[in-house]
T-cell receptor, first 109, second 116 residues
Framework: KNEVEQSPQNLTAQEGEFITINCSYSVGISALHWLQQHPGGGIVSLFMLSSGKKKHGRLIATINIQEKHSSLHITASHPRDSAVYIC???????????FGKGTLLTVNP | DVKVTQSSRYLVKRTGEKVFLECVQDMDHENMFWYRQDPGLGLRLIYFSYDVKMKEKGDIPEGYSVSREKKERFSLILESASTNQTSMYLCASNKMGAAQVGYGYTFGSGTRLTVV
């Protein structure tokens, strides 16, 4: 079983919809990252969380440490949000990230 | 704008060739990482470096080596390229203690390597 599981693997939405991507992990962590990867490969770090909730524009990330679960929400989705969203966890002082396999989001106009 | 720059976006090499992938960051970060990304497997760590001339093996170091002679540059070396090393390679960096002070990772744009 993977240490980091994301759901769904693929998600198609209509423009304007509210989107939720989930990440569950099975190990103790010091931080959780949400990353965005557009076609062509480059990865952008969206959030780093160790507790609670963070918001940046239309993106909201939450984490529940007790339940070992995090969610990424996108409000008022737009076709430019189409990308692969990747959850990654950092364990203790180890600088190595463990990645989920990603969620491919397609937002249609 | 802070950057991690990978020298090539696309590379095609022949089996058995020695291949160098270069990564340069301009943020004075201590930590640098090389990952490969394959469909269905996600990103996997090959090597990382936490200081000049210091390196540590990641999850899949076989067939690879690295070099960090200067703080800003981290090179990935495929000693004798094989077809199973065809992949997307991503470099990343972050600051020492990043998790403790809320810093994330900065990734390069990736190098898509094809070994024929």
């Amino acid at each position: 079983k993977n240490e980091v599981e994301q759901s769904p693997q693929n998600l198609t939405a209509q423009e304007g919809e509210f989107i939720t991507i989930n990440c569950s992990y099975s190990v103790g962590i010091s931080a959780l990252h949400w990353l965005q990867q557009h076609p062509g490969g480059g990865i952008v770090s969206l959030f780093m969380l160790s507790s609670g909730k963070k918001k940046h524009g239309r993106l909201i990330a939450t984490i529940n440490i007790q339940e070992k679960h995090s969610s990424l929400h996108i409000t008022a989705s737009h076709p430019r949000d189409s990308a692969v969203y990747i959850c990654a966890v950092l364990r203790g002082s180890n600088y190595k990230l463990t990645f989920g396999k990603g969620t491919l989001l397609t937002v249609n106009p | 704008d802070v950057k991690v720059t990978q020298s090539s976006r696309y590379l095609v090499k022949r089996t058995g060739e020695k291949v160098f992938l270069e990564c340069v960051q301009d943020m004075d970060h201590e930590n640098m990482f090389w990952y490969r990304q394959d469909p269905g497997l996600g990103l996997r760590l090959i090597y990382f470096s936490y200081d000049v001339k210091m390196k540590e093996k990641g999850d899949i170091p076989e067939g690879y080596s690295v070099s960090r002679e200067k703080k800003e540059r981290f090179s990935l070396i495929l000693e004798s390229a094989s077809t199973n090393q065809t992949s997307m390679y991503l470099c990343a960096s972050n600051k020492m203690g990043a998790a403790q002070v809320g810093y994330g990772y900065t990734f390069g744009s990736g190098t898509r390597l094809t070994v024929v």
